[in-house]
Each structure stands twice: as C-alpha cells, then as structure tokens.
C-alpha cells in the first residue's frame, strides 16, 4: 500500500513563493507516475500537472508558468514549486501516484495524500 504526505504548506503573502513536497513510502516510487491536484473550497478538484517514472512532465494549460513539477526518486519525493502567487491558488493541494494510461499517457490517481492547505492573502 502507497503511503503519500504532503508537507510545505502554509500562509503566503500575493507574489511570493512556496515548494509544496510529497513524500512517498510503501511502494517502488518509480513505479508510478505523480499528479498535483488542488481543490479550493466550493470548487472542484483540479489537476495543476504530472510527472512520469523518467522525469517527463506536463501541465494543465492555466498552470503553466508559475507551477513547476520535479522529483528526487532518490529520496521518493515529489515536489510543487509555485512563483508569483494569487489569492486564487489559496487550495487544498493533493498529490497522488497512479499509472500513466497506456493509450492517452494520461497519468490516472490511485493512491492520494491528505494534503496541504496553502493560503495566499495581501
């Protein structure tokens, strides 16, 4: 079983910076690949980008820019560097570890964190 704990949240004034980490235990970490999500309250769940076994990474169209996905399969971590932050990415964030769809390359969840609350105010 897959064990995910995310850590690095925290409050954070307009523009600044945070590295959200997710560290993994249980299993093989390179066995998977590795989505962030973050839900903000009353809305849905949205995925920000994941990164695959080999380092390859993608992001949701909105998210690129400010949003940065890596890893150190050495120590089992995933990491979320966020620059220039908003109100608007105030959020739960989530990771979670899932395979990569062998048709789309989709990187679908199977296993999730409790998150990380990251709060961005003026």
């Known amino acids: 079983q897959v064990q995910l704990e995310e850590s690095g949240g925290g409050s954070v004034q307009t523009g600044g910076s945070l590295r959200l980490s997710c560290s993994v235990s249980?299993?093989?970490?390179?066995?998977?690949?590795m989505t962030w999500f973050r839900q903000a309250p009353g809305k849905r769940r949205e995925a920000i980008g994941s990164?695959?076994?080999?380092?390859?990474?993608s992001y949701a169209p909105s998210k690129k820019g400010r949003f940065t996905i890596s890893q150190d399969v050495v120590k089992n971590t995933l990491y979320l560097q966020m620059e220039r932050l908003k109100a608007e990415d105030t959020a739960m964030y989530y990771c979670?570890?899932?395979?990569?769809?062998?048709?789309?390359?989709?990187?679908?969840?199977?296993?999730w964190g409790q998150g990380t609350q990251v709060t961005v105010s003026s």
């Open positions: 979670a570890a899932g395979e990569k769809g062998v048709d789309d390359g989709i990187c679908y969840p199977n296993y």
């Open positions: 249980g299993d093989t970490y390179s066995a998977y690949c």
């Open positions: 990164i695959d076994s080999d380092g390859r990474t």
